[in-house]
């Protein structure tokens, strides 16, 4: 049987991290990914093509729809991307309520398809289930993770620009993305009627000015094509592919296996911890079991919680940790049904170049220090964009030959697009467990969701209409209209929870530094550690909490504390 110092489930963000922290500190680590290899560079196929270079100029046919219609829903799934997602039918699983739970099982997993919005949470998202009663107490604070978030910005390159907010800290930060003329002054109208709402520009993942740290990488400069999702040739952006991956690899102490999806983790009752795991080759279903001795669960949030949930034992016969049963409860996510749409008359001679890769931001201002009677609990923040009309006005507008054609290459009118990220409660009910009867193609049991919105997020929306829409008015906006989309719950790709951190075993799965209460030589960092939401985008806090939680688990190794 194989033994490795350590084994890392998953390649996505988090466990892209995890590799590159334990390999670094001379750890032999097996990187496990279910999914078939994605080479930086060599394995973009669509990543240069123009949109005439496709069938269907980058939308999906009418029968893809009607085959995939979970997928078909998430906002970059399309010709160009669609190698790196999957498909509704490739790994079913089991909706007792509606849940869009959107998939890429690929080396770099969702790391080449993620949004690339970085936020750290700033004290008031930690305190937050201790300070308003829900969930509970994170075992962490800010303070903790600060020195983390610095470690994993500078390696990745975070752009952005210091704003001096208690509600949303600043950063290791390379130059900011600009705002054009339109986001410029309804930023400064709405600050002027709100002056404790401020108006940022949005952190991204981007290299605006890449650093030496960056140039080893053999990273270059974000191009502002925003075609992020098939891969960047330049390494402009952040992913695992480009960045982590590598940098383990040249190490020597990697091993990179995909095609293998993991069944279980194995536990030892003797030596009362994990001895490695089991794995079914995705081609062949061959079956092997693989020691390590620690292991990291970065399958990313839906897919630990799965694992774990089918790593049975005598020990532990509802899964791996799972004494208290809480594994896989208090699934949470982010609130996305609120949207704003609006015109902008004027600036008739104002434009921007490129495809800036981030909007603008309105951090949260609501319940920030306290509840204030909204009769919803937590907030949101909120992102707009203003942009012009080019040649897409020509759509749907009839006319024929050269004029029309003249006519559809002028910059239309202004048009402005507000949206809202809001917290979600932990529920003990929104869950996921494992089908009694139902198995996938490689014999591991379909998931079974059980996650759905409330009268919370519900009161949640409508206050971000309410209070988009006043903030559009008053920056000069005409023809507002705003509502809620009433998209499932999933489709914000941002689930977290399951396998929750926390002080007291009776409550929670994993301690301070990410360990099993129950079975300390097994770490878990992506989403399904979270023990809440937050309102900031979550991605750069997983890598945080990994980085943290690998090197503890270097030092505990040296004490033989493993």
Not at 149 to 171: C, M, R, T, W
Not at 213 to 223: K, M, T
Not at 332 to 342: E, K, L, P, Q, S
Request: net charge neutral.
């Amino acid at each position: 049987m194989t033994q490795y110092d350590a084994i890392v489930i998953g390649s996505g963000i988090s466990g892209g991290w995890a590799a590159k922290e334990l390999c670094e500190h001379g750890l032999t680590t097996l990187l496990l990914e279910r999914g078939r290899p994605v080479e930086h560079l060599k394995d973009y196929p669509t990543a240069t093509k123009a949109p005439w270079e496709f069938a269907h100029r980058g939308n999906m046919p009418e029968k893809d729809h009607v085959d995939n219609p979970v997928v078909n829903r998430c906002y970059a799934y399309g010709e160009a991307t669609q190698h790196f997602f999957v498909k509704d039918k490739a790994h079913p699983y089991i909706q007792e309520k509606p849940f869009d739970w959107i998939r890429g099982y690929q080396v770099g997993g969702k790391s080449l398809l993620w949004a690339r919005q970085t936020q750290r949470w700033s004290p008031f998202e930690f305190e937050g289930p201790a300070r308003d009663g829900f969930a509970v107490p994170w075992p962490i604070g800010y303070r903790d993770l600060a020195p983390w978030y610095s470690h994993v910005e500078k390696f990745a390159g975070i752009s952005g620009n210091k704003d001096n907010l208690p509600q949303l800290p600043d950063g290791e930060f390379l130059p900011p993305w600009e705002m054009n003329c339109v986001e410029k002054h309804i930023s400064e109208k709405i600050m002027q009627r709100h002056p404790d709402r401020p108006v940022i520009i949005g952190r991204c993942a981007h290299l605006t000015k890449p650093q030496p740290i960056h140039l080893e990488q053999g990273r270059g400069q974000c191009q502002a094509r925003d075609l992020c999702e098939r891969g960047c040739p330049f390494g402009g952006y952040f992913n695992s592919n480009s960045t982590t991956i590598p940098w383990a690899q040249r190490t020597g102490k990697l091993t990179l296996q995909p095609f293998s999806v993991v069944h279980s983790i194995l536990y030892d009752e003797k030596k009362q911890k994990a001895t490695g795991v089991r794995v079914v080759d995705t081609r062949t279903k061959a079956v092997t079991e693989i020691q390590a001795r620690i292991i990291f669960v970065n399958a990313a949030c839906l897919n630990t919680n799965l694992i774990l949930l089918n790593s049975r034992s005598n020990r532990f016969p509802q899964g791996l940790g799972n004494d208290n049963g809480l594994l896989g409860h208090y699934i949470a996510f982010h609130n996305y049904r609120g949207y704003v749409n609006a015109e902008f008359d004027g600036f008739p001679d104002g434009y921007y170049y490129g495809r800036r890769p981030t909007e603008v931001f309105i951090p949260s201002f609501r319940n920030l220090h306290k509840h204030e009677g909204l009769g919803f609990q937590r907030g949101y923040m909120s992102y707009f964009g203003a942009g012009r009309a080019g040649w897409g006005q020509g759509m749907g507008k009839p006319g024929l030959g050269g004029a029309w054609k003249d006519s559809i290459t002028e910059p239309g009118p202004w048009y402005v697009s507000m949206g809202m990220q809001g917290e979600t409660i932990p529920k003990f009910d929104n869950h996921v467990r494992l089908s009694p009867d139902q198995k996938d193609e490689w014999g591991i049991p379909q998931l079974i969701t059980s996650v759905a919105y409330d009268d919370n997020d519900d009161k949640m929306a409508a206050d971000f209409v309410t209070q988009g829409s006043e903030m559009l008015e008053a920056a000069g906006c005409k023809n507002i209209n705003g509502g809620n989309n009433h998209q499932n719950p999933g489709l914000d790709i941002h689930e977290v929870g399951g396998v929750r951190m926390g002080k007291d075993p009776k409550t929670s799965l994993l301690n301070e530094w990410n360990q099993m209460h129950a079975c300390k030589n097994v770490f878990v960092t992506d989403g399904a550690c979270m023990t809440s939401t937050g309102n900031q985008n979550p991605s750069l806090t997983f890598m945080a909490l990994t980085a943290r939680a690998a090197n503890h688990a270097v030092e505990e190794l040296k004490k033989h504390d493993l």
